[in-house]
């Protein structure tokens, strides 16, 4: 991934050098030289471009070292400002999001099941305080991202209601619905792979360029990070990873049949300790012991069978596991995954990192945003690859 000294590409030499900064935290000119092959002269006036146009903020100087002191340069968090939107199975989500991932305000509310109606109300009601509250005006905001299962209309057998009801989402243009409502550019995404995109945005770690993503929420989805950006696929449906085949696994043959929190409720009720209403993500699930555990072997041993089967396909490096639960149950999650696939035949396949996300539930309403950021100010291959 290098860089053009050509004034013609100017758009695209800024792009990478906010791509590297997100990508390391802070850069310094010489670091940026080295990294893009472009001349210092090049780099100095994309620096003093970006910071003029609020993008960057100077850090410390940094002294103790050969020649003059450096100074490093940091994404400005005021630069951009993002509404994310998540239209989800059992709740809404909206959140205002800066330029580097942090949340300035956030609205939630829960539903029984979507309706084009319901998701308009919303929007109407908590919009206006949401950008009050944050000082923030409607002009400030850069663009808008909706997050949305595909096919939503598929699954109106776990609503508990009838198919003529979700069919109107069927052809439903939720962006225009929506355009007179939400701020800026609208730009819609499936919602597990929007939550892949906050994970590559504004995770708090380098995730490494060819990762495998899931997200567990009422279903399963996730994404696919590929040579150094989310690989979305020709119809936008890669990371889909429901219908994977589950080897030996009693309940089915899908990874959705094991590792769904779908399942869990349903573990719940056979355990007589809690009916199907979901849980909120911020809770103490200790509670839901022992149906909790054995749910989070069930899924463990599932997603091993999805890994294996993923990268025999694709030479990943890393496996991410999130979802909309807590954070120490996404840690026992991905300890046991990681001793799962220990015990499987990978066949030659490189054992993959296993690593957890960094947002849970609100990563779906992050990633919207992020979306929007990662097409407008992101580079797709990392640098040093070929």
Sequence with gaps: MKGSNQTTVRDNNERLVLHLIRRHGAMTKAEATRETGLSPNAISVIFNALEEDGFLLRGERMRGRIGQPSTPLRLNPDARFHIGLKIGRRGFDMVVVDFCGGIRARCQ??????????????VRAEL?????????????????GI??????????????VSQSEMDVWRDHDIAATLED??????LVENDATAACYAEWV???????????????????????????????GCRGNAGAFGPLRIPEEPGGTRLVD????????????????HDATPFAPDQDWNALEPALSDWILRSARSLAHAVVSASAVIDFEEVIIDGAFPSDVRGRLARILESRLSLLDLGGIPHPEVSQGSFGGVARAMGAAAAHICNRYMIRQEPGRD
């Design 128 to 144: 206006e305080n949401m950008l009050r509250d944050t000082g923030i005006s409607a002009e400030a905001i850069a663009g808008s």
């Design 258 to 273: 094991h590792a769904s929190l779908s399942v869990l409720y349903q573990m719940l009720q056979r355990q007589g300790s």
């Design 202 to 232: 504004f995770g708090g770690r380098r995730i490494k360029p060819d990762s495998l993503y899931f997200f567990i929420g009422t279903f399963i989805g996730g994404g696919v990070v590929l040579d150094g950006g989310v690989f979305r």
């Design 181 to 186: 409502i939400l701020p800026g550019p609208i």
């Design 109 to 122: 509310q829960a539903h029984d099941y979507p309706t084009p109606e319901r998701i308009v109300a919303f």
């Design 147 to 160: 997050a949305i299962p595909s096919q939503l209309w598929h699954w109106s057998g776990d609503f508990g």
